[in-house]
């Protein structure tokens, strides 16, 4: 989606090193979500950011969303074979019209 | 289970054959959404519900692709004369005022 801009498109860390996926657009994000994809499956829900300056955490994945609400950005901490996959930010644009995908970033995590 | 769903979640099928899939959302979600996934790429957005009414069609939605949601409930997306470029999955999601749920998502594999 050009609406979303994902970085990087991939990414190879070793296990135990923090890491940080970025999500940029040029419009307000009414909400922005961001999801976990494993080759070949559904999308898992992570966390929901709606609010400018917003912060949330779960486990060893934090997302925030800056104040003006254009960006947002997902760090995982000390990171594990297990935090391998695709990352999708995911965005209403429009309050609701229409829901936008990044292309996503693929994660590798070596042991 | 009261998640969105959809069915069949994996569907092979030969060129020229027409194929269409369901999506039940959740109960009293006005909004439903299709999005087509290929391997290595985001969701692109197909097309949007609100209630049975067909707001917005991508430019993806070629002619051989038909989507419906007869009653405001369930919806369901039929490809005509299938191609291998078909090939990928098909992701309904639905929601309700400001927060969007997906479903697991149905496979296509175009042979």
């Known amino acids: 989606s050009q609406e979303l801009e994902q970085s990087p498109q991939s990414l190879i860390v070793q296990e135990g090193k923090n890491l940080t996926i970025n999500c940029t657009s040029s419009k307000t994000l009414y909400g922005l979500y961001w999801y976990k994809q494993k080759y070949g499956e559904g999308l898992i829900f992570l966390m929901m950011l709606q609010k400018g300056g917003e912060e949330k955490s779960h486990e060893k994945i934090t997302a925030k969303l800056d104040e003006k609400k254009q960006q947002s950005s997902l760090h995982i901490t000390a990171s594990q074979p297990s935090h391998a996959g695709i990352y999708l930010c995911?965005?209403?644009?429009?309050?609701?019209?229409?829901?936008?995908f990044g292309s996503g970033t693929k994660l590798n995590v070596k042991p | 289970d009261t998640g969105v769903s959809q069915n069949p979640r994996h569907k092979i099928t030969k060129r020229g054959q027409n194929v269409t899939f369901r999506c039940d959302p959740i109960s009293e979600h006005n909004r439903l959404y299709w999005y087509r996934q290929t391997l290595g790429q985001g969701p692109e957005f197909l097309t949007y519900?609100?209630?049975?009414?067909?707001?917005?069609k991508s430019r993806l939605l070629s002619d051989r692709f038909s989507a419906e949601r007869p009653k405001g409930s369930f919806s369901t997306l039929e490809i005509q004369r299938t191609e291998q470029g078909d090939s990928a999955m098909y992701l309904c999601a639905s929601s309700f005022e400001n927060t969007i749920y997906f479903g697991e998502g149905s496979w296509l594999t175009v042979v």
């Open positions: 995911g965005a209403d644009l429009n309050n609701f019209n229409k829901f936008y």
């Open positions: 519900f609100q209630n049975e009414a067909q707001l917005e």
